[in-house]
C-alpha cells in the first residue's frame, strides 16, 4: 500500500519537476555560462574568457550607477507603495464610523478598491505614455498646467537630472499601491472582527488598534509584501525604458538607469550578450541577498488566534 503511494506521488511530481528543471533551472545554468563567454548574440561562436566580464563589470561606472539607483528603489518603494497601501486597507476594512462597536470601513469603501486597484490592470506601456504627457515639459502638461495656474514656471520632469529618476519612482508608487491595498484587504479580512470589537469595547484608539491588532496579526503578508516589492525596484525596465529620455537610454546622462535596463540596452543594442549575461548574474545574486536580508530582519514570533 505504501509503495504505491510512492508510486503515485513520484508519478505526480515527475511532470512538474521536469518543466521546472527544463525551463527555469537549464536557462539558469546556461546563464552562468554564457556569462564567462565574449559572445555577441548573433553568431554561434562562443569564446570561453573567464571572468573578464566580470571584471569589467566591477570597473564599469554605469553599472555602479544602475545598482544604485535599483538599491535607492528597493529602500524608497516599499516604504510607500507599502506603508500607503496598508493605510488605505486599514481605512477600506475596520477604520469607519463605528456603530455598536461593529467593525467596517469608510463609506464608499467598495468603490475605492475599484478606483486603487484600477492603475494596476493597465499594462506598464500604457502607464508609461500616460504619464509621459502627464510630466510634458510643456504648459501643456498636466502637472506643469497645474503648476502654471499657481504661478511656478514649467519644470522638465523627466528631462533633468535631479527630477527624472524621482519622478519614475512617483509613478512605480502610483502603479503599486492598488495591489497592496488588495492584498492587505484579504490580509484583514481574515481577523476575527471580535478582535476588532473587544478592542473598540475597552476604549483602544484608532492608532493603538492598527498597531497592536492589525499589523501583527498580518505581519507574515507584510513580509511577504516586502520581498516582492523589494524584487520589483530590482527590476523596472519597462517603465524605465518607455518613459526615459532619449528612447529608453536610461537617460538623462543615465540618472533613470538601472539594471534591467542597461542589460537590455547592452545585449540588444551593443551586441555583448556575454557581458549582458554577466550583468543578469549580478542582478540574480543581489535579488537573493535583498531577499534573505529582508526575510531574516523582518522575522518576527508568529501570532496565532
Same mark, same amino acid.
Given at each position: 500500500?505504501?509503495?504505491?503511494?510512492?508510486?503515485?506521488?513520484?508519478?505526480?511530481?515527475?511532470? !512538474?519537476?521536469?518543466?521546472?528543471?527544463?525551463?527555469?533551472?537549464?536557462?539558469?545554468?546556461?546563464?552562468?555560462?554564457?556569462?564567462?563567454?565574449?559572445?555577441? #548574440?548573433?553568431?554561434?561562436?562562443?569564446?570561453?574568457?573567464?571572468?573578464?566580464?566580470?571584471?569589467?563589470?566591477?570597473?564599469?561606472? $554605469? %553599472?555602479?550607477?544602475?545598482?544604485?539607483?535599483?538599491?535607492?528603489?528597493?529602500?524608497?518603494?516599499?516604504?510607500?507603495?507599502? =506603508?500607503?497601501?496598508?493605510?488605505?486597507?486599514?481605512?477600506?476594512? $475596520?477604520?469607519?464610523?463605528?456603530?455598536?462597536?461593529?467593525?467596517?470601513?469608510?463609506?464608499?469603501?467598495?468603490?475605492?478598491?475599484?478606483?486603487?486597484?484600477?492603475?494596476?490592470?493597465?499594462?506598464?506601456?500604457?502607464?508609461?505614455?500616460?504619464?509621459?504627457?502627464?510630466?510634458?515639459?510643456?504648459?501643456? =502638461?498636466?502637472?506643469?498646467?497645474?503648476?502654471?495656474?499657481?504661478?511656478?514656471?514649467?519644470?522638465?520632469?523627466?528631462?533633468?537630472?535631479?527630477?527624472?529618476?524621482?519622478?519614475?519612482?512617483?509613478?512605480?508608487?502610483?502603479?503599486?499601491? #492598488?495591489?497592496?491595498?488588495?492584498? %492587505?484587504?484579504?490580509?484583514?479580512?481574515?481577523?476575527? !472582527?471580535?478582535?476588532?470589537?473587544?478592542?473598540?469595547?475597552?476604549?483602544?484608539?484608532?492608532?493603538?488598534?492598527?498597531?497592536?491588532?492589525?499589523?501583527?496579526?498580518?505581519?507574515?503578508?507584510?513580509?511577504?509584501?516586502?520581498?516582492?516589492?523589494?524584487?520589483?525596484?530590482?527590476?523596472?525596465?519597462?517603465?524605465?525604458? $518607455?518613459?526615459?529620455?532619449?528612447?529608453?537610454?536610461?537617460? !538623462?546622462?543615465?540618472?533613470?538607469?538601472?539594471? #534591467?535596463?542597461?542589460?537590455?540596452?547592452?545585449?540588444?543594442?551593443?551586441?555583448?550578450?556575454?557581458?549582458?549575461?554577466?550583468?543578469?548574474?549580478?542582478?540574480?545574486?543581489?535579488?537573493?541577498?535583498?531577499?534573505?536580508?529582508?526575510?531574516?530582519?523582518?522575522?518576527?514570533?508568529?501570532?496565532?488566534?
Amino acid at each position: 500500500m505504501r509503495q504505491g503511494r510512492y508510486r503515485f506521488i513520484v508519478g505526480a511530481l515527475a511532470g !512538474p519537476i521536469v518543466l521546472y528543471a527544463v525551463l527555469v533551472l537549464w536557462p539558469y545554468l546556461q546563464s552562468f555560462y554564457v556569462s564567462l563567454t565574449d559572445w555577441s #548574440g548573433y553568431t554561434s561562436e562562443r569564446r570561453l574568457i573567464g571572468l573578464a566580464n566580470y571584471e569589467r563589470l566591477l570597473k564599469d561606472p $554605469v %553599472f555602479w550607477i544602475s545598482l544604485r539607483h535599483n538599491l535607492l528603489a528597493a529602500v524608497v518603494l516599499p516604504v510607500f507603495s507599502i =506603508g500607503l497601501g496598508l493605510f488605505f486597507a486599514t481605512m477600506l476594512n $475596520v477604520a469607519g464610523r463605528a456603530k455598536k462597536a461593529a467593525v467596517q470601513g469608510v463609506r464608499g469603501a467598495s468603490f475605492y478598491r475599484i478606483v486603487y486597484f484600477f492603475p494596476h490592470l493597465l499594462s506598464i506601456a500604457v502607464i508609461g505614455v500616460l504619464w509621459s504627457f502627464v510630466y510634458d515639459p510643456t504648459g501643456n =502638461g498636466l502637472l506643469n498646467g497645474f503648476l502654471g495656474l499657481i504661478g511656478i514656471d514649467p519644470v522638465n520632469w523627466l528631462g533633468s537630472t535631479r527630477t527624472a529618476y524621482w519622478a519614475i519612482l512617483a509613478v512605480i508608487v502610483w502603479v503599486s499601491v #492598488g495591489f497592496y491595498v488588495l492584498v %492587505f484587504t484579504a490580509a484583514i479580512g481574515s481577523i476575527p !472582527p471580535d478582535m476588532y470589537e473587544a478592542a473598540m469595547l475597552d476604549g483602544a484608539s484608532r492608532w493603538r488598534i492598527f498597531w497592536r491588532i492589525t499589523v501583527p496579526l498580518i505581519w507574515d503578508t507584510v513580509q511577504v509584501a516586502l520581498v516582492y516589492a523589494g524584487i520589483n525596484a530590482l527590476d523596472m525596465f519597462a517603465i524605465v525604458n $518607455v518613459m526615459s529620455a532619449a528612447g529608453g537610454s536610461g537617460g !538623462p546622462n543615465n540618472s533613470t538607469q538601472v539594471l #534591467g535596463n542597461y542589460i537590455y540596452l547592452t545585449a540588444f543594442e551593443h551586441g555583448r550578450f556575454g557581458y549582458a549575461t554577466a550583468l543578469g548574474v549580478a542582478l540574480f545574486v543581489v535579488t537573493i541577498v535583498l531577499a534573505v536580508i529582508t526575510l531574516r530582519f523582518m522575522r518576527r514570533d508568529r501570532v496565532v488566534y
